[in-house]
């Protein structure tokens, strides 16, 4: 169980910073 969550705090981290970059570039 830990493993998913560790996995799903990863993708999650990922989706943020790749919106908070493209919202920098526009």
Not at 1 to 24: Q, R
């Amino acid at each position: 169980i830990a493993y998913i969550y560790l996995v799903f705090c990863k993708y999650y981290l990922k989706l943020v910073t790749g919106m908070f970059s493209l919202e920098s570039l526009l």
